[in-house]
Structures are given as C-alpha cells and as structure tokens.
C-alpha cells in the first residue's frame, strides 16, 4: 500500500524554507547596509582627515626652515582643531624643509557592530616642503642684480638720478610689468603685479626715474601699514603679509642697447622690509632689509634659494 502524502506537508516545508531564504536575505541586506554606510562613514573621516592634516602641513612648514619647534607646535594644533583626534605626529625631516604630519581619528560604527564590528580608525600623511619661488603674484616692479643676500642687511631697490646703476644710464632699477609707463609702474608698487611672474621670464626695464610714483607708492605702503600693524615691522620680527615687505626679482642682463640694460632674466625672488623713500625730487631712491619669509607662491626645490620660499605638498 502507497502512503499518499498531504498537501499541508508541502505548504509547512515550503513556508520553513521561506523563512530561512528570508532570514539569510535580511543578514545579507544588513550586512551590506554595514558596508556602505559605515564604510562611507570611516571615508567620509578619512576625507576630512586628509584635509586636516594637509592645512597642518602647509601652516607648520610656514615656520621651516628657522623654527623647526614652532613648526612641529603648528601643524599638531591645526591637525587638532581640523577634526583629529587621535593622536597626531609632526616631524621635521632632516633637510630642515619638509614637515611630515600623521593624524588618526577613531570612528564608531552603526550597523557593523551586529557583526562584530565597534569602530575603525581613519588615518592621512602629509609632507610639505619649503624651496625656493620660481614663480609668484604680487611682485613689486623693481630689480635687483643677482648676488648673495646677507640678512639684516640694508640693500638699495631703486636708485635715484645721482647714483650709478647696474643697469645703465636712463634706468633707475624699475621695471615694465604689464605695461608701461608711470601710472602703471605706480600701481603695481603700490600693490603689487598681479600678473603671474615666473623666473625664466624676459622683462623689459622702465626708462626714466619715476620719482614721484615712487614716493606716493612706498608712503603708501608706509600708511597702510601704520593703520594694520602696530608696532611696526621690523627685519627681526614682522608678520606675513606686512605691507612694506616687496617682492622683488633677481635678474641677470638679457640684453643691451647703448650700454642701457633693456631687459633683464628673472633668475628668482627675493624680499625686503622697505624702510623709507631716502632724497628729494629726481634724486629719490628706496631703501629696505633683506628679510627671509614664507610667501604664497610656486615652491620648487630645483629653483635657486633666494630667502624667500613658498610651500607646496610633495605627498
């Protein structure tokens, strides 16, 4: 005799298998949940933890390479103010113009932990190095001849009618940045060229003294400094940005006409601390400090080191 089996075994077996396909579906859905958001979660960190430890950084090297503490001191306070914290590291490499920053940052999951899973750690590094500027905004429409620059010391920037200039009678140590003539040459040593200046670049000189351009521009600069700092800055202590600083180019001759300089190379950059407008009338002429300063700026460790360096991320 055949057994003949029930339709309600089927149905029981049938919603058994359901409820086990369902289970295993919903570990599945759970677990991928996990995945994208916690994982999203734990990248979203890391992201904001890469931009944290690359602003410490760039703000720590803006120290290098004269104080290699300060720097240190720097990036871990911007690292921490940005979001991290864990534990974070800034080393100064032995070149004494980089800084290597680490930042970690702990992130508690959601759904991860049903599987286990409390927290994962988001980690960044970055290095930002200190070189010379082959290349800026900003720069005042003056030359100086190449030469090794002595700190502290006081150079002439643009020399008046009874002085002997480098560049030959007629030329007073101004440029044609932009264009020429003395509205122009006023404006941009008021305020700086805004035009990208680059070394390598061939500029023409600008003929004739420009006195009173000369001494509107640099007292200028002497008020508007007047107004924002105090007390004034001096070659020993002054604060980025300070108006009498001017960036100046290092030039080699490119070409001569009737033993005048016409135009010059621009080999790099250098700053100076403006002191004053010296003389009267065509017998005017600037003098300033030579200073070493950190300045916004295309960096690049190739390019000869005039003491004025811009910072860059190298990794």
Do not use: W
Not at 228 to 236: I, R
């Amino acid at each position: 005799m055949v057994d003949r089996l029930k339709p309600g075994i089927f149905l029981r077996e049938e919603r058994g298998f359901a409820s086990v396909m369902l289970a295993l579906s919903l570990v599945a859905m759970l677990s991928f949940a996990a995945l994208v958001i916690d994982l999203g979660l734990l990248a979203l960190n890391r992201q904001q933890l890469i931009n944290a430890v690359d602003a410490a950084a760039l703000a720590g090297a803006m120290e290098l390479p004269d104080n290699p503490e300060r720097a240190r001191n720097t990036a871990i306070d911007y690292a921490r103010m940005n979001g991290a914290t864990g534990p974070v590291e800034a080393e100064v490499r032995a070149d004494g113009n980089s800084l290597a920053v680490s930042a970690g940052k702990e992130v508690n999951y959601f759904l991860a932990r049903l599987m286990g899973f409390t927290r994962g750690e988001a980690r960044a590094e970055a290095v930002a190095v200190v070189a010379g500027i082959k290349a800026v905004r900003g720069a005042a429409p003056l030359a100086v001849p190449e030469q090794e620059f002595q700190f502290g010391i006081k150079y002439i920037l643009k020399l008046g009618a009874g002085q002997d200039s480098p560049l030959g009678p007629g030329t007073f140590s101004a440029l044609s940045l932009g264009g020429t003539g003395a509205s122009n040459y006023e404006e941009n040593l008021k305020n700086g060229y805004q035009g990208r200046l680059a070394a390598g670049d061939v500029i023409n000189t600008e003929t004739g003294n420009i006195s009173n351009p000369t001494r509107r521009a640099i007292e200028y600069r002497i008020e508007l400094e007047l107004s924002q700092h105090s007390p004034p800055c001096t070659p020993e202590h002054y604060v980025p940005g300070c108006p009498r600083i001017l960036i100046i180019p290092v030039y080699e001759t490119a070409s001569i006409q009737d033993g005048q300089v016409k135009s010059i190379i621009v080999s790099g950059f250098a700053a100076f601390l403006v002191e004053r407008v010296r003389g009267q009338g065509n017998e005017n002429f600037i003098e300033g400090y030579f200073i070493r300063t950190v300045v916004a700026g295309e960096g690049d460790p190739a390019q000869q080191n005039y003491g004025l360096q811009g910072v860059k991320l190298v990794r």
